[in-house]
C-alpha cells in the first residue's frame, strides 16, 4: 500500500508505521488520521503481523491535530460533519498490541494518539502537552480523559490548563511512558520490544491487552472476574499446551497463534 502521508514497512512480524508530513510536523489532518486507520486495519488483518509500532519523525510524532485545517470551522459544521471523529479512535481499537515510539513533539491530538497505543516508549528529546487552550480550544480525542488517568488529576490539570510542555524523563516520572531511549535507537528499540511481544503467542497477547484496558473500564472485582474468565480461555488455546509443554521439556516453544 502506498500513502500520502504515512509510510509503512513490515519487519519480521511488525508491523511499522511512519507519520510522514514533516513539513507540518506530521499535524494530523484528515488524509492521515484516514490513512491511519487504513494502516491499521491492513495489519491488523494480516496473520503475518503480531504487534504494530506507530512512529514519527526524530523533530515529531505530531504537533496535534491540523489547526490550518480547522481553524474556520463553525460550530454547525463541526456537529453536523462529527468533524474529526470518524477514524480517531481507530488507534485505540486495534486489537493487536500496538506501541508508540516518540520523538520530540507529541502534542494536543499527537499526544492523544500516542496514548492510544498501549504503551509509549519515549525517544530522550521527546515533548508531551496538551497545548490546546493556547490556541482557543480543549483536547478532543480523550487527552482530558486519558492522560488523567496515565498521570493522576494534578499534572494532567496542570499540563491541559497551563498548555506547558514535559520532557521524555517528567513523561517517565509521571508514568506517562515506560521507557526512555537515546533519540538514535528509538526506532531499532520499539521495533525489538514490539518484535519479542509478536514474536510470542498473538492470542494470549490480544487477551492480555484486553484485560488490562478493561481495567479502566470497570470496578476491581469485575476486572478480575474478567481477566479470570480470560485465563481460563487460555486453556483452550495450543500455545498455552505448547507454552507449558516446551517449559517441563526443557525447549523453546513453537507458537501457531492458535
Ligand atoms: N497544525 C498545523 N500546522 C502545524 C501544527 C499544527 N498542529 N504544528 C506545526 N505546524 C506547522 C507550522 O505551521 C509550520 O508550518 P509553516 O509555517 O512552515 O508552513 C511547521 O509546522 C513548523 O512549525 P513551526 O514553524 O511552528 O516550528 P517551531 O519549531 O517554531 O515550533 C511547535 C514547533 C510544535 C512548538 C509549534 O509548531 C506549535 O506550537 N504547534 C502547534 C501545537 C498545538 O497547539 N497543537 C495542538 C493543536 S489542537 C479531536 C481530535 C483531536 C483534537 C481535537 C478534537 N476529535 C476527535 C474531536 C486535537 C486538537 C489539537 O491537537
Redesign the pocket.
Known amino acids: 500500500m502506498s500513502y500520502e502521508t504515512l509510510l509503512t514497512e513490515k519487519r519480521g512480524r511488525v508491523g511499522l508505521i511512519t507519520l510522514n508530513r514533516p ?3 506530521n ?2 489532518n484528515g488524509v492521515l488520521i484516514r490513512e491511519l486507520a487504513e494502516a491499521i486495519e491492513t495489519f491488523e488483518s494480516d496473520h503475518d503481523v503480531g504487534a504494530l509500532v506507530l512512529t514519527g519523525g526524530t ?2 510524532f505530531a ?8 481553524a474556520q470551522k463553525r460550530y454547525i459544521d463541526c456537529y453536523l460533519e462529527d ?3 470518524k477514524g ?2 481507530r488507534t485505540a481499537q486495534c486489537r493487536k498490541p500496538i506501541l508508540a515510539a516518540v520523538a520530540g ?1 507529541a ?4 499526544c ?1 494518539i500516542a496514548m492510544m497505543c498501549d504503551f509509549i516508549i519515549a525517544a530522550d528529546n521527546a515533548l508531551f502537552g ?3 487552550i ?2 482557543g ?1 480543549l ?3 480523550g ?1 482530558t480523559q486519558r492522560l488523567a488517568r496515565a498521570v493522576g488529576k494534578a499534572l494532567a490539570m496542570d499540563l491541559c490548563l497551563t ?1 506547558r510542555q514535559i520532557t521524555a524523563e517528567e513523561a517517565m516520572r509521571a508514568g506517562l511512558v515506560s521507557r526512555v531511549v537515546p533519540v538514535s535507537s528509538l526506532l531499532e528499540e520499539s521495533v525489538e520490544a514490539a518484535e519479542k511481544i509478536a514474536e510470542r503467542s498473538l492470542p494470549i497477547a490480544m487477551m492480555i491487552k484486553e484485560c488490562i484496558n478493561r481495567s479502566f473500564e470497570v470496578n476491581l472485582s469485575e476486572g478480575i472476574h474478567f481477566e479470570r474468565r480470560l485465563f481460563h480461555a487460555s486453556f483452550a488455546t495450543l500455545d498455552q499446551k505448547e507454552g507449558m509443554d516446551a517449559f517441563t521439556r526443557k525447549r523453546s516453544p513453537y507458537w501457531t497463534h492458535s
Request: hydrophobic share 40%; aromatic share 8%.
Open positions: 513539513k507540518a510536523l499535524a494530523l523533530r515529531a504537533a496535534g491535530a491540523d489547526i490550518k485545517e480547522m468533524f474529526i471523529t480517531w479512535e513533539y502534542l494536543g491530538g499527537g492523544e496538551q497545548p490546546e493556547t490556541v480550544t483536547p478532543g480525542a487527552g498548555g
